[in-house]
């Protein structure tokens, strides 16, 4: 009988996912979901060169991909869009995840049950957006665990003590701003209202004047002065 990958040493990163579901407290991130993948059984390959999707003709299934984190692991799902039963898990980890050589939207995937054994299978998206999409989760999150093991390091020097010894005081001189502004203003209104004062005197003196000799003139109706009789023209009769 064939020893289990926990019974041989090996990690099982599927078995262990599994059994994190059974753990509320473990947050699981979704990096993204495709609702429509299709899975093919992959033929013997022909050449060394790589795999190829044209050689696929055996789709086995159709649902909706995952990539989820959960807790220290990343997998990708393959997820029943019906009833949200996982189909199959594939660990990410070196060697997990393989591209086709003639196709973009085609995938090989190595999936992995409870027991640890394994298989690979052929995967293909129905749109380059989607294939996309995919590829940008997995290298996120290669980054993201990379960046947690190696952490980098900013070396600020030697701490400072900035507070204030006992008896140590701190004197602050401050420039009497607002008073300046409020001499600046007040100068400025005076000026302002000196120069009011000015017009008013030679404006009410000429305007004066005027209105005298408009009432004597014209009986103290207005301050509109008579017409001229020689700027009113005259008509033919009076010529």
């Not at 189909?87 to 086709?100: I, T």
């Amino acid at each position: 009988m064939p020893l289990t990958a926990e019974e041989a040493g090996v990690p099982n990163e599927a078995a262990a996912y599994l059994k994190s579901l059974e753990d509320p407290e473990v947050i699981e991130r979704v990096r993204c979901s495709i609702p429509d993948a299709h899975v093919f059984k992959l033929p013997t390959r022909q050449t060394a060169g790589g795999w190829r999707g044209a050689d696929w003709d055996q789709e086995v299934w159709q649902g909706t991909l995952k990539v989820v984190e959960r807790g220290d692991l990343t997998v990708i799902l393959l997820v029943d869009r019906n009833t949200g039963a996982i189909f199959a898990v594939c660990p990410v980890k070196d060697g997990a995840v393989d591209r086709c050589v003639d196709s973009s939207r085609y995938f090989v995937l190595r999936v992995e049950n409870a027991n640890g054994r394994h298989m690979y299978i052929g995967m293909a998206f129905n749109e380059r957006n989607d294939a996309f999409d995919f590829n940008t989760s997995l290298e996120d999150a290669r980054r993201e665990r990379l960046a947690e093991k190696n952490p980098v390091k900013i070396d600020y020097g030697p701490a400072k003590d900035y507070s204030m010894k006992d008896g140590e005081k701190i004197h602050i001189n401050v420039a009497k701003v607002a008073a300046k502004d409020g001499n600046s203003v007040r100068s400025s209104r005076s000026s302002h209202r000196r120069s009011q004062r000015g017009e008013r005197k030679t404006g009410g003196g000429s305007g004066g004047g005027s209105g005298n000799g408009a009432a004597s003139s014209s009986g103290g109706r207005g301050l509109l002065l008579k017409p001229n009789t020689r700027d009113t023209p005259r008509r033919g009769s009076d010529a």
